[in-house]
């Protein structure tokens, strides 16, 4: 009886918003000939890996080297050079990485390394960095990171970590398990492909998993929290396959995937 009574007044208490704050509901329509006339064939950035224009994520369990991999997909694409000395980049693209978690002492220092690695490359103006994480939920924020985007001619943009920035300056805090919350936050960050025309892509944790599974190669449906899989058109997805032995070399794989078929 009171679990009725519950949702009589939560029934009760919700009202309609006032018409004048509502936008009228005026969807662009297309006819199947203005859509092929208005065709644009997809782009890789990256062969194989990475599409323009489409949303991204980069996943993997805890120190499984999320950060450096994404480190080596931006420096590839700002010097077109191979993604992990292996795929191809067509054209040098201006690129923006946001990073909330491990400092610039050791982004630089990795940097540094990929560069040397990759036979001593110098992205020149064409990598920008920034330390100073979004919040996602803030509506300036999109703006200011829009107008960044506008001003510096970016075409790839990485945020690193998700949940960080998901939750930066939200009030409420989002529950990261509700699937309408987080996706209303992407939803915010999707519109910056809408407004600039840039590549987002969003670096996120897997689940934990039992350790009879720790070498698994990981799945969409790993990834913490809602949404994520849902809002991703690409993915990039790191495994270990085997246990680091701390002496430089770690045994990888990388699951690779997207609504373009790639």
């Not at 009228?24 to 782009?43: F, G, I, K």
């Not at 999707?190 to 689940?207: A, I, M, P, Y």
């Not at 599974?213 to 990039?236: C, K, N, T, V, Y």
């Not at 495994?239 to 990388?254: F, K, T, V």
Request: charged share 20%.
């Amino acid at each position: 009886l009171s679990r009725t009574n519950s949702s009589r007044s939560k029934v009760s208490s919700w009202h309609e918003p006032q018409a004048d704050r509502v936008p009228e509901y005026s969807p662009e329509v297309s006819t199947l000939q203005q859509l092929r006339d208005n065709y644009a064939p997809l782009e890789f950035l990256v062969d194989k890996i990475l599409v323009s224009g489409q949303h991204a994520i980069l996943g993997g369990q805890q120190k499984t080297l999320k950060t450096s991999i994404l480190m080596d997909l931006a420096l590839s694409l700002a010097t077109a050079t191979p993604f992990l000395n292996c795929y191809e980049v067509f054209e040098p693209v201006p690129s923006l990485v946001i990073s909330g978690e491990s400092g610039s002492s050791s982004i630089t220092d990795c940097l540094n390394r990929i560069c040397e690695a990759k036979g001593n490359v110098d992205p020149g103006g064409n990598l920008h960095l920034s330390f100073e994480l979004p919040g996602l939920s803030v509506q300036k924020h999109i703006d200011g990171l829009c107008k960044l985007i506008d001003e510096r001619s970016i075409r790839f943009c990485a945020i690193d970590p998700a949940y960080l920035c998901i939750q930066k300056m939200s009030d409420p805090p989002v529950n990261m398990a509700d699937l309408t919350g987080v996706g209303s936050v992407l939803e915010m960050l999707g519109s910056v492909h809408e407004r600039t025309g840039c590549t987002t892509l969003l670096v996120h944790h897997v689940k934990k998993v039992a350790r009879a599974q720790r070498f698994d190669s990981p799945l969409m449906s790993d990834l913490s929290g809602a949404g994520f899989a849902e809002w991703a058109r690409q993915w990039i997805l790191i495994g270990r396959r085997a246990a680091y032995e701390h002496d430089g070399h770690h045994q990888l794989s990388l699951e690779v995937g997207g609504s373009a078929g790639h």
